[in-house]
């Protein structure tokens, strides 16, 4: 599996309806994408959850590179370059994967990132993430990791927020899910 996902940042005052109806509108265009296991078409809004900045943060799990190739090399993602011009891809490997089909319930996605740091071995480092996350009752959640950058990322899927762990993540609205072919 892959995962991908860019990260726009809006202007503070950018009226957020307009990627909602972009959303509306468009996001059922991934639904059944190629080797797509999920996208998940995310926003912040500034001062909202905590919330720095307005972004739209399209989050991907792909079965395949096929998928995401055809994505990005086939005309879809020109989409994007043509609304918001050139847009740096991030590509991380998923470590954990704890998702269902419950994900489609999700209202909210918390991210935390944490750096891997220098090590002897990384023998046993799934094992050692997994102890080390926060467990969120009844949260499913991915944890894709960057080794150009030596980080990673628990996404959890929430349906409801508990604010004692807000402080330490970025809380994404979910506008909608796409699910590939089954």
Avoid at 38 to 48: A, D, V
């Amino acid at each position: 599996m892959i995962a991908s996902q860019y990260k726009i940042v809006l202007p503070s005052d950018y009226d957020m309806n307009i990627i909602r109806q972009r959303v509306k509108n468009n996001g059922y265009k991934t639904d059944g994408f190629e080797d797509l296991k999920f996208k998940l078409y995310l926003t912040t809004e500034k001062g909202k959850n905590s919330n720095l900045q307005n972004s739209y943060c399209p989050l991907y799990l792909w079965k395949d590179s096929n998928g995401i190739n055809k994505f990005l090399f086939n005309g879809f993602y020109d989409n994007i370059i043509a609304s918001f011009g050139w847009q740096k891809v991030n590509v991380g490997i998923p470590l954990i994967d704890t998702t269902t089909s419950k994900i489609k319930d999700s209202k909210y996605v918390l991210e935390i990132t944490r750096e891997i740091r220098l090590q002897h071995s990384l023998n046993n480092f799934k094992n050692k993430v997994e102890e080390e996350i926060a467990k969120i009752k009844n949260a499913e959640y991915i944890v894709i990791y960057s080794p150009d950058k030596w980080k990673y990322s628990v996404f959890y899927f929430l349906d409801a927020l508990d604010t004692e762990k807000l402080v330490e993540g970025i809380v994404y609205d979910i506008l909608h899910i796409s699910e590939g072919k089954l």
